[in-house]
């Protein structure tokens, strides 16, 4: 029998790589000096780190949903880095 935590962790785990890159390619076009020439205005370019908060707060949001959901041993730490993979050095 699969264990369905297991099954669980790698749908999290995928979704979470997944919206990892969505960030680290919308923070690279955001901090790209060529694209920052084109538009020139600081208040259009900060939309685009507006759009990095906002994909931090959904990952604290989407964090807290997954543990409320998968009740995961809180020994088990590779839930942890699930949202926050980039962060751990």
Sequence with gaps: MIDPNIE????????GKEIAEVRDKL?????????QKLLKDQKINSLLTKACNYIDKFKSKAED???QKVKPDIN??????????????
């Design 8 to 15: 669980q962790f790698k749908s999290w785990n995928k979704y």
């Design 27 to 35: 923070l690279n076009i955001t901090t790209n000096p060529e694209y």
């Design 65 to 67: 949903k997954m543990f």
């Design 76 to 89: 088990d730490n590779k839930w942890l880095y699930i949202f926050y993979r980039n962060n751990i050095k």
